[in-house]
T-cell receptor, first 110, second 112 residues
């Protein structure tokens, strides 16, 4: 089955800096890679996703890159702001479900 | 749409009691997922349904846990009897196709 590893588990950056979170997956047949953001006391919310037919996707200050050969994908947040502070999860599909990484707690210090 | 609705938002119960968590998915979605989140184990998938039919319950911890989806607009997750180690936040999520899942606000369960 699919195995998703996410690093780092915690990340602290200064406001305005960039943040990068990386995930690796094991199933070479996986073709969909979402990223979720979970704020305190709330459920995870999808912020961006990428399919295996593209290498990069951007949405304002966030971007996701995919390297299918190496089986890893990354979330990039530029010009970080305090409201970016949250836990971020990557995921990869296995059958009809998603396997989530362990999460990265991002702290943006003003 | 109001999004995925879960009730109750908080539940405190004593060991041995029955607990029922409820979920109303987004209208038109054909997949429904139940997750459990703890600090130790992260976000775990317990069970998911497609068109009201349970597809994969391999994540259900043990026979004390059961889930039903009697129709497209309602699902329950039941724990009987509850134990302190069941304390966690339980999320329901729904999607059209399994890709873009929309999560509810969660139910925080505390078993004393």
């Amino acid at each position: 089955g699919e195995n998703v590893e996410q690093h780092p588990s915690t990340l602290s950056v200064q406001e305005g800096d960039s943040a990068v979170i990386k995930c690796t997956y094991s199933d070479s047949a996986s073709n969909y890679f979402p990223w979720y953001k979970q704020e305190l006391g709330k459920g995870p919310q999808l912020i961006i996703d990428i399919r295996s037919n593209v290498g990069e996707k951007k949405d304002q200050r966030i971007a996701v890159t995919l390297n299918k050969t190496a089986k890893h994908f990354s979330l990039h947040i530029t010009e970080t702001q305090p409201e970016d502070s949250a836990v971020y999860f990557c995921a990869a599909p296995q059958g009809g479900k998603l396997i989530f990484g362990q999460g990265t707690e991002l702290s943006v210090k003003p | 749409d109001a999004g995925v609705i879960q009730s109750p938002r908080h539940e405190v119960t004593e060991m041995g009691q029955e607990v029922t968590l409820r979920c109303k998915p987004i209208s038109g979605h054909d997949y429904l997922f139940w997750y459990r989140q703890t600090m130790m184990r992260g976000l775990e998938l317990l069970i998911y349904f497609n068109n009201n039919v349970p597809i994969d319950d391999s994540g259900m911890p043990e026979d004390r846990f059961s889930a039903k989806m009697p129709n497209a607009s309602f699902s329950t997750l039941k724990i009987q009897p509850s134990e302190p180690r069941d304390s966690a936040v339980y999320f329901c999520a729904s999607s059209f196709g399994y890709h873009e899942q929309f999560f509810g606000p969660g139910t925080r369960l505390t078993v004393l």
